[in-house]
């Protein structure tokens, strides 16, 4: 993303916030998501909508925003983490004013605000690599005014001893860079449609992640039966045929019947959308 020096900051900055905003809409408004808020309603959470995510989204560009005014070209140090931190947690709040109460985007502000961080690190510029790496510093540098208490993701992890959002973060965003950009960019290149490159880079998220959401939610029945799903779709030659298709129609099916959602899946599917359009901002994507 190259920027002219006069409006390097400030529109840079303006840039990533707009840009990381459309990439939580545009998550939430793929279809169809299996156990996920999507066009078609509201997959297995009762109190959520896509009128809502999207209402969420849009509170959060102001944070976004000035994640990046205060990250530009500034090195990771536990001065920026503590910014950082103090941010996503008026961002937090934000949302939940916008939401009523709802946890909406938790986790993305988490995910997305390291990235969007990141980037004005690295002055505006920079590969997928060169920002996923620069997250995996600031989120491995201590925060201590972070709240002490367990988020329902934290348990999760604790209690079935996996790795979580937390730990994503610090190891450089591996499902986003390993699986889920090369699946995204993949499948266009063979033809599919912008929406079936999406929900096929969501599927290989999901054939590893242990998302803590559907942990929280189905335990280790609902990880097996995400992850054997979505390989299952993927294996079937992905959503642009009719036999992925239809892998893809069961693991909707199943992921309801276990009021299962992957949530943390789709954090990550929003930051790989924000990745692809740091590195080719121009795109028609």
Same mark, same amino acid.
């Given at each position: 993303?190259?920027?002219?020096?006069?409006?390097?900051?400030?529109?840079?900055?303006?840039?990533?916030?707009?840009?990381?905003?459309? $990439?939580?809409?545009?998550?939430?408004?793929?279809?169809?998501?299996?156990?996920?808020?999507?066009?078609?309603?509201?997959?297995?959470?009762?109190?959520?909508?896509?009128?809502?995510?999207?209402?969420?989204?849009?509170?959060?560009?102001?944070?976004?925003?000035?994640?990046?005014?205060?990250?530009?070209?500034?090195?990771?140090?536990?001065?920026?983490?503590?910014?950082?931190?103090?941010?996503?947690?008026?961002?937090?709040?934000?949302?939940?004013?916008?939401?009523?109460?709802?946890?909406?985007?938790?986790?993305?502000?988490?995910?997305?605000?390291?990235?969007?961080?990141?980037?004005?690190?690295?002055?505006?510029?920079?590969?997928?690599?060169?920002?996923?790496?620069?997250?995996?510093?600031?989120?491995?540098?201590?925060?201590?005014?972070?709240?002490?208490?367990?988020?329902?993701?934290?348990?999760?992890?604790?209690?079935?001893?996996?790795?979580?959002?937390?730990?994503?973060?610090?190891?450089?965003?591996?499902?986003?860079?390993?699986?889920?950009?090369?699946?995204?960019?993949?499948?266009?290149?063979?033809?599919?449609?912008?929406?079936?490159?999406?929900?096929?880079?969501?599927?290989?998220?999901?054939?590893?992640?242990?998302?803590? $959401?559907?942990?929280?939610?189905?335990?280790?029945?609902?990880?097996?039966?995400?992850?054997?799903?979505?390989?299952?779709?993927?294996?079937?030659?992905?959503?642009?045929?009719?036999?992925?298709?239809?892998?893809?129609?069961?693991?909707?099916?199943?992921?309801?019947?276990?009021?299962?959602?992957?949530?943390?899946?789709?954090?990550?599917?929003?930051?790989?959308?924000?990745?692809?359009?740091?590195?080719?901002?121009?795109?028609?994507?």
């Amino acid at each position: 993303m190259k920027l002219l020096p006069q409006i390097q900051v400030e529109g840079g900055a303006e840039w990533l916030a707009r840009t990381a905003t459309q $990439c939580l809409i545009d998550e939430a408004r793929l279809s169809p998501k299996p156990g996920l808020v999507d066009s078609r309603g509201s997959g297995a959470h009762h109190d959520l909508s896509l009128a809502l995510m999207e209402r969420s989204a849009h509170s959060l560009t102001p944070t976004f925003q000035a994640l990046a005014q205060q990250s530009w070209q500034r090195p990771a140090d536990i001065a920026l983490r503590q910014t950082v931190g103090r941010l996503g947690r008026e961002g937090e709040r934000q949302m939940m004013a916008a939401t009523e109460g709802v946890n909406t985007h938790r986790g993305a502000i988490w995910a997305l605000g390291l990235l969007v961080s990141a980037v004005a690190m690295l002055g505006g510029d920079a590969s997928a690599r060169a920002v996923a790496n620069a997250a995996a510093r600031l989120a491995t540098l201590p925060d201590d005014a972070a709240p002490k208490v367990f988020s329902k993701g934290l348990r999760a992890t604790h209690r079935y001893r996996v790795p979580g959002a937390r730990e994503e973060a610090q190891q450089a965003f591996p499902h986003v860079m390993q699986r889920a950009l090369p699946q995204l960019r993949l499948s266009r290149l063979n033809g599919s449609s912008e929406a079936q490159a999406r929900l096929d880079a969501l599927m290989a998220i999901m054939t590893t992640l242990t998302d803590t $959401c559907v942990l929280s939610r189905a335990g280790m029945e609902g990880l097996d039966a995400m992850q054997d799903g979505a390989r299952a779709v993927l294996n079937a030659g992905g959503c642009a045929t009719p036999a992925g298709q239809l892998a893809l129609a069961k693991l909707d099916r199943q992921m309801l019947a276990l009021n299962a959602s992957p949530g943390g899946a789709a954090d990550l599917l929003a930051a790989t959308l924000f990745l692809d359009r740091v590195e080719t901002p121009n795109s028609k994507h």
